[in-house]
């Protein structure tokens, strides 16, 4: 009988894994499930309940504390697969000499771990971050996280609040952000949710408002010290997925569709993506061959240094590890929120993209996941 491999799902930059029946990684954890047990690992797929914006070093150390509640022992190996900045809190949690701010045995569990996979991640940062760590930045990402939730849980955002999000971002121009506004909009999302909901709803967002840690340390300045410090574990597969979403143009515009909230969303998409694109010259990453080349295949040219996902530089999410797989992909398509056509789909889109992402697409990308984490297991 094959022993027990625990894989540990790890969420990103405002973590709403926390909140139950919202599913982060509903769709992940149900792919990879089949693909490991295709493949005979008997694998217990866990998902961490992580500090939404806390720094890196407090969400390493939940993570650390999470594998020493579910997965206690000596033997059973251990994988981690993070998307965004969950990848760089798998990435820390098993770096050699790693002081975490937790009472758990870290060196004991980190040398458990076979295999770290890292999907979207800003290994090198984002430029979204700095923008995202402003006032009027905070009070959008809190929109626009509450409107993530929404849709997940409903399966859909009410047009108006969608169209002044969209105002919000699309225009600088304070006074749609301003107080009044962001509490009409707040208070128009969160009526749809049960009142026990909203409770574990607003205890987010307050987290968010309190705890900016994460946002300072994933700008592209700040990431140069991570990138130097932190090190790679000796036996340790080390793998990245890597995504590129369309640039945004009427093409991709058309292709979002005549819907007037996914039109929306495009817009927002829009404004994001500029914002990811914006990397100073002094931060931008230069790729390894191997990984240039793996990116020409998928992509049919080299990312240039402007190309992103709507949240993230691609060349960032490159710069780390063996290129598992290259997804032409928005930052939430991978994770299984995409646009489906499929008759009573469960996949539902946020960030419309336009990139033409889809379930053969999503099954392709977590197959050879699955099979990295595999040849790691054996």
Do not use: C, K
């Not at 993209?353 to 297991?377: I, N």
């Amino acid at each position: 009988m094959p022993r027990p491999h625990h894989v540990f799902l790890i969420p990103g930059f405002f973590g709403f894994a926390n909140l139950g029946q919202i599913t982060y990684f509903g769709h992940v954890r149900r792919a990879l499930v089949e693909q490991l047990a295709a493949r005979d690992v008997d694998a217990h797929v866990h998902v961490v309940r992580t500090h939404p914006t806390a720094s890196l070093s407090q969400r390493a150390a939940r993570l650390v504390e999470t594998i020493a509640a579910t997965a206690p022992g000596r033997d059973a190996p251990i994988h981690l697969i993070g998307h965004s900045t969950g990848g760089l809190d798998a990435r820390l949690a098993v770096s050699p000499g790693v002081v975490l701010p937790t009472r758990a045995g870290v060196e004991r569990f980190a040398a458990r771990v076979r295999s770290v996979v890292t999907v979207a991640t800003p290994h090198r940062g984002t430029p979204i971050a700095a923008y995202f760590a402003t006032l009027r930045g905070q009070r959008l990402l809190q929109l626009l996280s509450l409107g993530t939730m929404h849709l997940l849980h409903f399966g859909r955002v009410p047009l108006t609040p969608l169209l002044r999000v969209t105002g919000a971002l699309v225009r600088a121009d304070e006074a749609v952000a301003s107080s009044g506004v962001v509490d009409a909009l707040f208070a128009r999302l969160l009526e749809d949710f049960s009142v026990g909901r909203r409770r574990a709803v607003r205890s987010l967002l307050r987290e968010v408002v309190l705890d900016q840690s994460l946002l300072l340390q994933l700008t592209p300045e700040a990431m140069e010290v991570f990138a130097a410090a932190v090190g790679d574990r000796p036996g340790v597969r080390g793998g990245s997925v890597v995504t590129q979403a369309a640039m945004p143009s009427l093409r991709s515009r058309i292709a979002t569709g005549l819907d007037a909230g996914a039109q929306a969303s495009y817009a927002i998409y829009g404004a994001l993506h500029r914002l990811a694109a914006t990397v100073p010259r002094r931060n931008r990453v230069a790729l390894s061959s191997a990984s240039a080349r793996v990116l020409r295949r998928a992509f049919g040219s080299e990312p240039g240094v402007s190309a992103n996902d709507g949240i993230v530089p691609t060349r960032s999410q490159a710069s780390w590890g063996r290129l598992v797989h290259a997804a032409r992909a928005d930052h939430l398509d991978v994770l299984g929120h995409f646009r489906s056509a499929e008759p009573g789909s469960p996949h539902v889109d946020w960030l419309a993209s336009g990139s033409g992402f889809d379930r053969p697409r999503f099954d392709a990308l977590w197959r050879d996941v699955a099979r990295f984490v595999a040849g790691a297991s054996r």
